[in-house]
């Protein structure tokens, strides 16, 4: 996976995210932060809750403090997602994987 901050501030930080084909995001949560996702290219699904979802282009998800969550690309060309984490605690410590 490729990340870029494109702005940060206080208690925010925008993140772009790119998975290659097929690449899967590793199951993990956030202590201390919450993240809104942005389909903005491809097509993914969703594990978040115990939950399964597809989601394309144009659709966004919340994703609260503490909930386990990860994103798999499904398509051969990349899956892009805008990343808006906001919380008191925004350090890349704070990727708790299982």
Known sequence: MKSIVVRKGKGYKVKQLVLGHRKELEL????????HLIIVHGLARIEMGGFSMI??????????VEVVHTIKNLRKENLVIIEVQHGKKLHEGDFVKL
Do not use: A, I, Q, T
């Open 55 to 64: 989601m394309g282009v144009g659709e966004s998800l919340d994703v609260p």
């Open 28 to 35: 993990h949560y956030h202590k201390f932060r919450e993240e």
